[in-house]
C-alpha cells in the first residue's frame, strides 16, 4: 500500500528530514512511526500527503507513484486518504455533523450520499448524539473523534495520523487509539506518528523508528524507545492504566519504562 | 469536476458581505478608474470627429470639381508630385468624400447634396505643414479645382489640446486601474486569509483546485461588475453633461461640442468597453490571488 524508496528529503538551510528511508507498508496494516522531535516523521505523512516531494528515491501509494504526480491529480490522490492531526483542523463555526459532511461535499458528493453516510460515521465514533453541537462545545477527545470522522467518512485507503494524541489526556488519547484500531479492522491501512509512548506500549502493533531523518528500527508488535534485544523482554505502559485495549494486539505485564520518552 | 453553481453563489455572496468594507473600497477605485478610462475613450471617439479630416498627417486637401475631365485630373496629380513641399497624396473617389460628408455635415445640409455633385479629392501631407498657404496659393486658380483647403488654427489648437488630455487621462486611467486590481486582489486575499482553515481542509480533503478558486473568482467578477457599473453611469453622465448627444445642425455645427457629436451606438461601445475590462480586471485579478495559496 505505501512504499518507500531510498527517499531522501531535505528542507532548505540544508536540515536532511528523510535520508535515504525504505520501508514497506502492506494494506491493512498498523504502524506507529515513532522518534523524537525532528527525526522526520511528519515530513514522512507530508509526503504521503503529497504536500511535499521526495528529493531523491521514489514513494508509491495505492499502486501508483507519487513524486512526479502532476498537480492536478494532487486532490484525487488525497480522497484516498484521510488525515488526523493535533490539533484537530475542525471549522469552528460549522457543527459536528457540517464538518463531516464538509469532506464529501467538497468532493462534489450527492446529497444523499452524504445524509446516509454521515450518520453512519457519527455513529461509529460515537458521537450521533452531538451531530448539532459546534466544535468548541467539545471535550478535546471528541473534537479529535469528528476529525477522525471526518478523515473516514470517505472511506480511504490510508489513514494518516500526526500526533492524533499530543493535546489529549491518557484515557482520551486510548479512546482515540481504539477507534483507530476499529477503523484499521475495516481494512483500512493506518499509519499514526507519535511520541506517545504508552499507547505504542500498549497497542504493540508494527514500530517503524527514525533518528535525525534515518530509520533506526522497523518492528513487528514493538514498543516506543526500546531497541530490539529487550523488547523482545516486552514492555508495558507507564501511563495507560492497564485499560482494556481491544484488537489483536497482546498486552505484557513486565513493565520496563524507558527513560528516554521521559520528553513525553 | 463538479461545481454546483449555488456552492459559488453562496459561498461569493457570504465573502462579499464578510469583507464589505474592502469590497466597497475595491468597488470605488474600480469605478473611478474605469470612469476615467471610458471618459477617454469617449473624448477621443469625440476627437477624432472633429478632425477626421485631418488625419494620418493630412495638411492639405485638394478638391477636384465633379467636371473634371481625366487629363486635368492627371495634371493636377502631376503637379502636386512635383511640389518639393508634398511627401504624399491620397486620391480619395467622390463615394469616398459623399459618405465622409454625411458622417462630417449636419443633417440638414447634408440633404441638399448628391454623389454626383461631390467632388473627389486629394489629400497630401507636407514636410512642413506652414507651407500648405504655398499649395493653396498654386491650385486655387487651377480651373479643375473646385477648392483648396487646410486646418485651420482653431482645429490644430484643439488636436493639441485633445492629444495631450487623452494622454493625461490615458495614464491617470491605467494607474488607477492598476490601483483597483492590486485592491481587487488584495480584497481577495484578505478572503482567503479569513478562511484560510476552511481552504486548507478543503485540500486536505482533496478539493479540486477549481472547487477552491470559483468562489473567488466569482466574488472578484462582481467587484469588478459593480465597478464598472458606477463607471458607466459616469461616462453616460459626461455624454449627456457635455450634450455630446446634440444633433449636428447648421445653426450649431462650428460649436466644438456638435463637432465631437456621436450616436448612441459609440456611447454603448464604449460602456461595453469599459465592462468587459472591469470584469476583466476582476476575475483574472481574483484568480492570480487565490493561485498564490493554492500551491501545494
Redesign the interface.
Known sequence: MITFQNVTKTYKGSTVALRDCSVEIDKGEFVFLVGPSGSGKTTFIRLL???ERPDAGRIWEAGKEIGNLS??R??????NIG?VFQDF?L??NKSVFENVA??L????RPKHVIQSQVPQVLDLVGLSKKRDNLPGELSGGEQQRVAVA?AFV?RPLILLADEPTGNLDPTTSLGIMRLLDRINRTGTTVVIATHDAGMVDQMRRRVIELDRGSLVRDQARGVYGIDSSVAAAGAGSPTGQGVEVDGPSERLDDQAPDPTVAEV | MAVSATYVVGEAASNLWRNRLMTIAAVLTAAVSLALVGSTLLLKQGASHATVRWQQGVNVIVWVKPSANPAQTTEIKQALAQNPYVVSCAYKTQAYDYNEARDLLAADEFQSLDLQSMPSSYRCSLNDPLQATEITDQFQTNPAVSLVSSPTQQIRTMEGVIRVLQWVFLALAVVLLLSATVLILNTIRMAIYARRREVSVMKLVGATNWFIRLPFMAEGLVQGFLGSAVAVVAVLGLYFGLGLNVVKTAANQNSLIAQMAMGGWEVAMTCLVVVVVGVAVGVVGSAVAVSRFLDV
Not at chain 1, 494532487?74 to 480522497?79: A, G, H, T
Not at chain 1, 461535499?105 to 462534489?108: A, K, L, N, P, T
Open positions: 500527503l503529497r504536500e498537480k492536478w494532487i486532490p484525487y490522490l488525497r480522497r488525515c483542523r471549522l469552528p464538509f469532506a461535499e467538497v468532493i462534489g471526518r470517505n
